[in-house]
């Protein structure tokens, strides 16, 4: 009967960390910035199993504590050692096979999301330079041909982003995107290593100098984004951020139209690194009013 209400309150047991696992997994979801890209909701779906699955080892760690300390308490003046067990093939067994399985399938399905941001497999490019010139970008784009993929060169450096649309042979500042259509970034790095990071598409690539590589991605949420530089490429690197936009077709095709190549805006890395500190303070703030001359006025006097 005791076994039997032990095996009983261990599949209860069981149960319930289930439950709260499968509960956690899914508020996971919100704990992540908004889903800009259709790659990243593969990575949310593998961060909620991640969160359900490192949940239900807690708790089943933990519980397995208490159980043992509720159940398995030695009497009072008791210090005679437990009889070990060995030689358990089945434990064994799913203690080695089930953490196996696990690591393999986390790795091929990161693997697979990653593989998605490749042009492997995916329908060959518009040869543009084969197109008729005196079409308008606009109307390059506006192409319903399902080949067509709009190509845009990344270029960084200390400390400016830099975007080149080689269909439209456009230079900006800033990244704009089209709603629902494939983007190839073609990322390069003129002096050292920086890091292309935009939480919303939820990948992170390093861009190595003189050696150029590409991925390909679909942007899916309107909206305005950030994009920083995640390695330390240098004093300031923080601060090297670049407005990112996906707009609509529509708005996408009239942005390319009334665009043209401009002097590239200075972000305030650039900014910091070109002037002193108390002068960027006075042009961001002018009504911040000095303090250390007012600090060594103050001295004199004694």
């Known amino acids: 009967m005791t076994q039997l209400l032990e095996k009983i309150a261990l599949f209860i047991c069981v149960a319930v960390a289930i439950i709260i696992s499968y509960w956690l997994g899914q508020q996971a979801y919100h704990w992540m910035p908004i889903a800009a890209t259709a790659e990243a909701k593969h990575v949310d779906n593998l ?57 393999l399938w986390i790795g091929w399905q990161s693997l697979t999301i990653y593989q998605e941001l490749d042009l492997e497999g995916l329908n060959k490019i518009i040869d543009l330079k084969a197109s008729n010139r005196s079409e308008t970008p606009a109307t ?9 993929i709009e190509e845009i060169e990344v270029i960084a450096k200390q400390w400016e982003w830099t975007f080149h649309y ?9 990244l704009h ?6 983007v190839r970034l073609i990322l390069e790095a003129e002096d050292v290593i920086h890091g292309f990071y ?30 920083h530089d995640s390695q330390f490429s240098g004093t300031y690197f923080a601060l090297m951020e670049a407005d990112v936009y996906i707009d609509s077709p529509e708005g996408y095709r009239q942005w390319l139209n009334s665009t043209e190549n401009k002097e590239i805006k200075a972000n305030l890395a650039a900014t910091e690194y070109t ?28």
């Open 47 to 103: 961060f909620s199993f991640l969160v359900s699955l490192g949940t239900f080892v807690f708790l089943g760690v933990v519980g397995m504590i208490l159980f043992s300390i509720i159940t398995c308490r030695a009497a009072e003046n008791d210090y005679t050692e437990g009889h070990p067990s060995r030689g358990n093939a089945r434990l064994e067994f799913f203690w080695t096979a089930i953490p196996t399985f696990l690591v």
């Open 140 to 148: 390059l784009v506006a192409q319903t041909n399902p080949n067509f």
């Open 166 to 174: 080689s269909q439209a042979n456009i230079t900006t500042s800033e």
């Open 177 to 182: 995107l089209p709603q629902n259509q494939p």
């Open 198 to 227: 935009v939480p919303e598409f939820r990948f992170k690539q390093d861009i190595i100098p003189n050696h150029p590589l590409d991925f390909t991605f679909t942007p899916q949420k309107q909206g305005k984004y950030k994009l």
């Open 275 to 302: 002037h002193p500190s108390q002068q960027l303070i006075q042009s961001h703030w002018p009504t911040v009013k000095p303090v250390i001359p007012e600090i060594k006025s103050a001295k004199a006097h004694f």
